[in-house]
């Protein structure tokens, strides 16, 4: 079982970036990870999974289902002896190399039970910690949802966008290192923003962050039928 002695020296040098699924998050982790000072995991959900057996097999079969590629911090360094494949040596073991470690995750639908183990998982063991977190337009987030998965329910889709925006605003006063990104402000200067907050240097790609990263369907085209329905929803949530 993990412990507070396990990650207690990972704390100050933890880096998580979280959001609602398709909010932007995998956008500023490919940009901070080219950091040389920065390795962040692609969504282990730490929170749930921390205590898997064999978290460095685990995690390297649920990349594999996500069909990714090799690309930095989608695999975990193995462990030296047996018996030190827990998450928090893997992150051990990427502390000795990076300053700063962690990971990418996402709040999805089908996770919301499990949504209030963050906060309490994080303050246990990383209340010290870097978070961005990233808010998108609650009818953009679910528009994306909906053209990438067109059997979603987008009325509860709404739902959990708030549920999400809860727990991030509830984050945002617990951690004293917490900052809240706004996706349609998403631009080139937010990675050496966020740089400079971390103190670390910036070795990023000019073109990295595009305009068309930052879908605008809201100023650009038509609400398709389905999301219509529900359009007025949204813009409650946003008040």
């Given at each position: ?23 932007g998050t995998t956008i500023l982790w490919r940009a901070l990870n080219t950091f040389p000072d920065v390795c962040m995991l692609y969504e282990p ?82 209340p010290d910690s870097h978070y961005f977190f990233i808010v998108r337009h609650p009818v953009e987030t679910i528009w994306s949802i909906y053209q ?69 369907n809201l100023a650009t085209m038509s609400l398709p039928e389905p999301i219509q329905a529900h359009a007025k929803a949204g813009e409650l949530c946003?008040?």
């Amino acid at each position: 079982m993990s412990s507070i002695k396990e990650s207690e020296n990972l704390n100050k040098q933890g880096l998580f970036i979280a959001g609602n699924i398709r909010s932007g998050t995998t956008i500023l982790w490919r940009a901070l990870n080219t950091f040389p000072d920065v390795c962040m995991l692609y969504e282990p959900l730490l929170f749930e999974n921390a205590n898997v057996p064999d978290f460095t097999q685990w995690y390297r079969e649920r990349i594999q289902s996500y069909n990714m590629g090799n690309h930095k911090g989608t695999y975990p360094p193995a462990p030296r002896i047996d018996g030190e494949n827990s998450a928090f040596n893997s992150l051990k073991r990427m502390a000795e190399v990076y300053r700063y470690v962690g990971e990418k995750l996402v709040f999805q639908t089908s996770k919301n039970h499990k949504l209030n183990a963050f906060i309490p998982f994080h303050k246990k063991h990383f209340p010290d910690s870097h978070y961005f977190f990233i808010v998108r337009h609650p009818v953009e987030t679910i528009w994306s949802i909906y053209q990438r998965w067109p059997d979603s329910e987008i009325g509860l889709g709404y739902q959990f966008w708030l549920w999400s925006l809860k727990v991030m605003l509830k984050a945002m006063v617990v951690f004293p290192n917490a900052y809240m990104i706004i996706f349609e402000k998403l631009t080139k200067q937010t990675p050496q923003t966020a740089a400079d907050i971390l103190g670390i240097s910036l070795q990023m790609p000019h073109d990295m962050i595009r305009r068309k990263s930052r879908n605008t369907n809201l100023a650009t085209m038509s609400l398709p039928e389905p999301i219509q329905a529900h359009a007025k929803a949204g813009e409650l949530c946003t008040e």
